[in-house]
């Protein structure tokens, strides 16, 4: 009931203020009523393509082409669909190394709510593409067309990642703030000068070069596509000291003709900032206070919200991808009279 306090999640992650950001209401459903929504094909597809490119850099360098990524898929597929199937002679060579990777196999290795976590996703998964069904078949070739994009992006078998699927966490203000970091790559560009750059994966389309000059996508739709990569170079800063260089978004979803992937010569491996499927920002000291200040503000904000339970709905152009507009079960309230 409104005005009685509420028992607020014990950590805070980018996606939780970006929800609490774009709609207060939003973040009670997920994170203080945790009522879930069910994955669909794109998301799906994006968790599948993130295992392949994960798991990519474990082989070495000279077998990082396009066509081991793409035999990846299907025992990826499996691997998510049945996370702690015991390993047997039917199963590929390549399913066993994702596995091992992955510390899947029996579950023994890892926390019970982390198996559990799984066990739910995976049941999820499963009811949205069983064997044989189109949705399978669409979550697969969309994962083959991100990764084929992928290899025009950049040149894996030219550098290795510092690491990948990163937890990270530091308390921010008084919050305890977490998140997963897709790729941290650090290099040399001399002998005195070191680089860190966090790089994230988005399997959907890039935005075009009208897009990204007009003044409501620098403004608006930028800062939200940053945020959670902002967050995770204040983490770093904190955490452990380092100060990332840049940001990247690599987009590997389908380019529209005015945003034909620029060619990135044979001797590169990352592409810089300024290419058509990346979007990117440097760093700065004053960028990490900036953050520092804006995660410091929306803590501030959840705790005067949940001290008298109040999570008004925000509505705006987002609403129409958003899974409480139409439901029965845990309607918005914006939208429950219509």
């Not at 900036?290 to 949940?306: G, K, M, N, P």
Request: hydrophobic share 35%; proline share 8%.
């Amino acid at each position: 009931m409104e005005n009685e306090p509420v028992a607020l999640p014990k950590k805070l992650s980018p996606s939780s203020m970006s929800d609490f950001k774009r709609c207060p209401k939003l973040f009670e459903f997920k994170y203080i009523q945790r009522i879930s929504t069910p994955p669909t094909i794109a998301t799906t597809m994006g968790n599948l393509v993130h295992l392949v490119l994960e798991r990519l850099f474990d082989v070495p360098p000279d077998r990082r082409t396009p066509e081991l990524a793409d035999d990846m898929v299907e025992p990826a597929i499996t691997t998510m669909l049945f996370p702690f199937k015991s390993i047997d002679e039917q199963m590929s060579e390549l399913e066993v190394a994702i596995r091992e990777a992955s510390g899947l196999f029996d579950g023994s290795g890892i926390e019970q709510w982390e198996k559990e976590r799984a066990q739910k996703s995976a049941s999820e998964w499963l009811e949205l593409m069983p064997e044989g069904s189109p949705e399978r078949a669409k979550v697969a070739d969309g994962a083959r067309n991100a990764i084929t994009t992928y290899f025009e992006v950049e040149r894996p078998a030219n550098f290795d990642p510092e690491d990948r699927e990163i937890h990270i966490e530091a308390s921010i203000g008084g919050a305890v703030v977490h998140g997963y970091i897709d790729r941290l790559d650090r290099y040399l560009i001399s002998d005195d000068e070191e680089r860190w750059v966090i790089s994230d994966y988005k399997t959907s389309k890039p935005p075009t070069p009208s897009q990204r000059n007009s003044s409501y996508f620098r403004n608006t739709i930028l800062p939200e596509r940053l945020f959670a990569m902002r967050v995770y170079a204040l983490l770093l800063a904190e955490s452990i000291d380092v100060l990332p260089h840049s940001l990247r978004l690599i987009y590997l979803g389908p380019s529209d003709v005015e945003t034909a992937i620029d060619a990135l010569p044979a001797s590169e491996g990352r592409p810089p900032l300024s290419r058509s499927n990346v979007i990117g920002e440097e760093v700065s000291v004053t960028s990490i206070d900036q953050t520092r200040q804006e995660v410091i503000r929306i803590h501030s904000e959840i705790l005067d919200a949940a001290e008298v339970n109040s999570w008004p709905a925000k509505t705006g152009k987002l609403c129409d991808w958003c899974d409480f507009k139409t439901s029965t079960e845990h309607p918005c309230p914006a939208f429950a009279a219509s």
